[in-house]
């Protein structure tokens, strides 16, 4: 069901390190964070001495955020407790940065797609942002009928959040909001839908 | 790109607006207007003497809002293939010129917050189409422009009695430069910069912005020198048989157009000069696709699935 090879999805290159750059804003999550430790190791210190990593700690414990904290190394290192309140405070730094600030993510497909997004309507070209997908597949899916956002998706069908049909997930993505395309899974026979697989653990 | 959607236009004005540069007003045969065009787009001008053929890129430098006439510079360049100096010898009240449809291969960025131009020269004529787009939209912009001296640099009286806020002026005969690193150091995120002038002045502005950790996303760069020579070499095409005999000065498009052969992508096993600014470094590398109309040929053969 999932129409696969679709041009519109992102490719990753893999996070690599602009040494020129003044300033470095890194988004990232648990699972992405060990990208972001290779990168410092690889650049060294006086590359990461110019980084800020702004990092979402939602599923880590506080004993992986320390351990995190230490593998950074001499990076100024933020938390937030969730991808929102992290886009707040990423989007008021992009507010007043200049040029010479380079932009990183890794971790999950929204957290990129949503650091992307962000860097878009500063400006950004979404091919200047260095990115690597680490951890979950998980994906965030507007219904195209409602116009909803349902996060954290894993499967497909899924019930959409806001009006509660049932969704297929398509691969059909889209950079402006940072989602993939979900559509009505009985639109043909009414109240036939089927079963939901895990595709996207 | 192509030269499929050509038409003739008549040059309505000449003038001479600086020691080897002309400007020509080119205007329909018919009173139909010509094709809207964005900012930096430039129109390939063929040039036919006798048994001679130039094909030319001019910068469109009016403004994008008036379809009623193009406007070109000419440089006149003593060592080049000719095109030029047949502008300025040939061409004036009157004359009729095959114009190819405008390509647009250095266009504004429309997610760019600001847009910083530097101008080198005959470099200055997609930047005053621009300036007339970027009062339109009301963006924000710098422009800097470099000359040789009053007398070799076109326009420069203009930009200085227009005495605009945000247009800064250079004459190198008084020794004064483009303070790149400190412009390019102070700039707004989503800021994006726009070079047209000599290879030497944009390979310089390019090393500058990655220095100043700009990305080459926000770096755009506008190149009309003539391609370098490459060596005489034979071209077989695999899926027609035929083969063509390319010269030293000659692009393989070139030998194309005479032979009858339609040309879009290819495969290649020749050593290749790309040249080109469109194809990816790694596209380069591998030697399966290459531009007809820049690449030259390191001598040896080369066979095209055309």
Known sequence: ?201 | MTTHNSRLVHVAQVQQVAREIKRFELVSLDETPLPAFSAGAHVTVTMRDRDHVWRNPYSLMGSPLDAKRYEISVLRVPQSRGGSAYMHRNVGIGSVLEISAPVNQFPLSNVGRKHIMIAGGIGITPFLAMLAQIKQDKRNFELHYAVRSVFDGAYFDVLRAADLPNVHLYRSDRGERIALPGILASQPLGTHLYVCGPQKMMDWALQTARREGWPDESVHCERFSAQPSGKTANVKLARSGKAIYVGEHQSILGTFSSDGVDAPSLCGDGQLLHNDHTLSVNEKLTGERATTCATRLDGGSLTLDL
Not at chain 1, 12 to 21: H, V
Not at chain 1, 89 to 94: A, F, S, T, Y
Not at chain 1, 142 to 162: F, I, L, N, Y
Not at chain 1, 179 to 201: C, H, K
Request: with cysteine.
């Open chain 1, 1 to 201: 069901m999932l129409v696969s090879g679709n041009k519109s999805r992102p490719i990753y290159r893999g996070l690599e390190p602009d040494t020129f750059a003044k300033h470095n804003i890194i988004v990232t999550d648990g699972d992405g964070c060990a990208a972001v430790i290779e990168m410092a190791i690889a650049a060294g210190d006086a590359f990461s001495k110019r980084c800020t990593v702004l990092l979402c700690t939602k599923d880590l414990s506080d004993h992986e955020r320390d351990e995190s904290v230490r593998a950074l190394g001499p990076a100024t290192v933020w938390f937030f407790p969730t991808l929102e309140t992290l886009l707040t405070r990423l989007d008021g730094m992009l507010r007043t940065a200049r040029m010479g600030t380079r932009l990183y993510a890794s971790g999950s497909e929204p957290l990129i797609g949503s650091t992307v997004k962000t860097a878009l309507a500063h400006g950004i070209d979404h091919r200047s942002v260095s990115t690597e997908h680490r951890g979950s597949n998980k994906r965030r899916v507007q219904c195209v009928h409602c116009k909803g956002m349902t996060e954290d998706v894993t499967s497909t069908a899924v019930r959409c959040a806001h009006c509660g049909h049932t969704l297929l997930v398509h691969d059909q993505y889209s950079r402006r909001l940072a989602a993939y395309m979900g559509v009505r899974a009985d639109a043909e026979v009414l109240g036939e839908t089927p079963a939901s697989i895990g595709v996207f653990q």
